[in-house]
């Protein structure tokens, strides 16, 4: 008989911290968590008809989530950011895809790619800020903090770029 898995990562609220699975994968669990949230949030931009208060919806929904069961299942972990919770880089990745949320329908695939290379490249490398505001507050909040501002970050250069372009 297989050994059963009683590790908290296994629980319903660990597959839901691990990106609905996607943190799970056993190289690059970011990247991976990341790429599984861009059609998440595409789907939601679909079904919502561009709508912006839908997507802000479904940011806010990954933050509270991220946020509460990162509270209930970090005091049971040994390591306080394991690599295969990944709701901070949905949140980080909807952020940025909120912040360019009027010109998504209009510049099409493109700023999506654009999004998702930046802020990946923002939270790999995390530069000041983002190294800084990884370690304020509780783990809890300081898990998603430094995926929220990596997703701003990300979004600067895309709002500059669109601004020389309009």
Do not use: N
Request: proline share 8%; hydrophobic share 60%; aromatic share 14%.
């Amino acid at each position: 008989m297989p050994e059963v898995r009683h590790h908290p990562r296994y629980s319903w609220q660990g597959f839901v911290l691990a990106g609905f699975g996607s943190g799970y994968a056993p190289v690059a669990p970011g990247t991976w968590g990341t790429l599984a949230a861009m059609p998440a949030f595409w789907l939601l931009w679909m079904l919502g008809h561009g709508s912006v208060p839908l997507l802000a919806l479904g940011v806010l929904f990954v933050l509270v989530a991220g946020c509460g069961l990162c509270q209930v299942l970090l005091p049971q972990l040994d390591d306080q950011d394991p690599g295969w919770i990944v709701i901070d880089e949905w949140a980080g990745v909807g952020l940025c895809l909120l912040l360019l949320a009027p010109w998504l329908a209009a510049e099409g695939w493109w700023l999506w790619l654009a999004s998702f290379v930046l802020f990946r490249l923002f939270d790999i490398l995390k530069p000041w800020p983002v190294c800084y505001v990884e370690h304020l507050g509780p783990e809890w909040w300081s898990i998603m903090a430094d995926d929220l501002l990596a997703g701003v970050l990300a979004a600067l250069p895309l709002l500059l770029l669109l601004r020389l372009l309009a």
